[in-house]
């Protein structure tokens, strides 16, 4: 007979979850498939080839534009230097996840299938119980991924903002001066770049419209990096904090009359002490596979802050169209590093909860084998489950606010070499 708890765990499975589909989605676009056993990665490479080029191709039209512009002001390139950073980061992204496919996969199908969860023959036990304990852990799960969810899908809604404006805003400055101003009636291009071309007496090689169309897309494999990387991150730490409410949950319960009859409580703390064992590795997986990536996304976020901060003031007497347009890309990169910082405390502080959980369950009333394990819980635990970033610190609230100290100084410090 199959575990009660493997069951509910296919079931939980099978329901949709809308968060983690668009991340799939996100890192497919640029050639990542993260989920094999969903999709083909037949044209993967194809599709990778296919990114790079476009990318660089815009990379270096902005640097083209940077160049032409260097010796005017800052002003006039500073937007060109945000979108070479942003689209440079997204490249490199692509080619670290490509680099860990096989680990990344493996840590989205045990997230999504409850790998650390099955065999763990918790349920096996003849607990008086069962179902209410199943109940608890089950409700534990379902909404720890509505906060997922929730949470990605916030993310989504923010980061199409400035995807949106960047898509939309020729459009816009097109039927502005053709109808309102009735001055010109020229496209203009989505955003100031050189895009180098050919040309063949009338003809131009590629066209204008090509060209137009491959700075259209910039802001689109922008997004596929940023929310697909990112979200990932949000998706397997959330869930990783969720495995610890469970495990602490198990353990607070642990010497419990109701549920664990004395004669089973050895077995049981045996079952919490394997599950315990199960999130470490779990957490060292999703530590090598984001690891050094972290540094390069928030020594960039700090560059782009810094900039955005510059740009803001700039446009300050300009008018509130262009403030809230510079805001939102503002708000965009903000939250990208926030996310960061802020799931990663999430399982910082459930780790640090669970150390107190091992010491408060009545464990002094036990047998010498349970209290023996819990011993060695403590001392197992008292190393708190953190992310570094790149092995120099440490993901957290603290190291969110270095950040934006950090990019505030190098604002106050561009602001002043500018003036003079």
Same mark, same amino acid.
């Given at each position: 007979?199959?575990?009660? *708890?493997?069951?509910?765990?296919?079931?939980?499975?099978?329901? $949709?979850? #809308? !968060?983690? @589909?668009? %991340?799939?989605? +996100?890192?497919?676009? =640029?050639g990542v498939n993260i989920a094999p056993r969903k999709r083909s990665s037949k044209y993967c490479r194809v599709t990778r080839f296919v990114v790079l080029i476009v990318n660089l191709s815009i990379i270096y039209s902005l640097i083209a534009f940077i160049m032409e512009n260097y010796m005017i002001s800052f002003e006039t390139y500073v937007e060109a230097? &945000? *979108?070479?950073?942003? @689209?440079?980061? !997204? %490249?490199?992204?692509?080619?670290?996840?490509? +680099?860990?496919?096989?680990?990344?996969?493996?840590?989205?199908?045990?997230?999504?299938?409850?790998? %650390?969860?099955?065999? #763990? !023959? =918790?349920?096996e036990l003849d607990l $008086?119980?069962?179902?209410?304990? =199943?109940?608890?852990?089950?409700?534990? *799960?379902?909404?720890?991924? *509505?906060i997922i969810d929730r949470q990605v899908m916030f993310f989504f809604k923010i980061v199409c903002m400035p995807v949106?404006?960047?898509?939309m805003r020729p459009y816009f400055q097109y039927i502005y001066d053709c109808y309102i101003v009735k001055d010109t009636c020229e496209m203009t291009l989505t955003y100031p770049a050189?895009?180098?071309?050919?040309?063949?007496?009338?003809?131009?090689? $590629?066209?204008?419209?090509?060209?137009?169309?491959? &700075?259209?897309?910039? $802001?689109?494999?922008?997004?596929?990096?940023?929310? !697909?990387?990112? +979200?990932?991150?949000? %998706?397997?730490?959330?869930?990783e904090s969720g495995l610890i409410k469970v495990l602490r949950f198990l353990v607070q319960n642990s010497t419990s009359d109701v549920l664990v009859p004395r004669d089973l409580r050895v077995k049981y703390l045996q079952c919490c002490v394997r599950l315990f064992a199960?999130? +470490?590795?779990?957490?060292?997986q999703i530590e090598n596979l984001f690891k050094y990536i972290i540094l390069v996304q928030c020594s960039v976020s700090s560059i782009l802050i810094c900039m955005l901060l510059y740009k803001i003031s700039t446009v300050l007497e300009v008018g509130w169209v262009w403030m809230g347009m510079i805001m939102v890309y503002f708000v965009t990169i903000a939250l990208e590093i926030s996310l960061y910082n802020v799931s990663a405390q999430k399982v910082e502080t459930q780790s640090e909860l669970l150390f107190y959980d091992w010491y408060n369950c009545s464990w002094y009333n036990e047998s010498k084998e349970f209290k023996f394990m819990i011993k060695m819980m403590l001392l197992f635990s008292r190393r708190t489950l953190v992310l570094s970033v790149g092995g120099?610190?440490?993901?957290?609230?603290?190291?969110?606010v270095q950040v934006f100290r950090l990019s505030a100084n190098f604002f106050l =410090?561009?602001?002043?070499?500018?003036?003079?």
């Open positions: 007979m199959q575990d009660p *708890l493997d069951q509910e765990l296919e079931r939980i499975d099978n329901m $949709p979850k #809308l !968060g983690l @589909l668009w %991340v799939e989605y +996100s890192a497919y676009a =640029l230097v &945000l *979108l070479t950073f942003q @689209l440079s980061v !997204g %490249v490199v992204k692509m080619f670290h996840f490509q +680099s860990k496919v096989d680990s990344c996969s493996k840590l989205v199908f045990s997230t999504e299938t409850g790998q %650390v969860l099955k065999s #763990l !023959g =918790l349920f $008086p119980k069962k179902r209410e304990l =199943l109940r608890a852990v089950s409700l534990i *799960l379902l909404d720890n991924w *509505l949106l404006y960047y898509t050189i895009v180098p071309y050919l040309q063949l007496g009338k003809f131009e090689l $590629p066209s204008y419209v090509i060209r137009f169309f491959l &700075l259209q897309s910039g $802001p689109l494999w922008c997004f596929f990096a940023v929310f !697909g990387f990112n +979200s990932l991150f949000v %998706v397997l730490t959330r869930y199960r999130i +470490s590795n779990h957490h060292n120099f610190t440490s993901l957290s609230h603290k190291f969110l =410090l561009l602001r002043n070499m500018n003036n003079k």
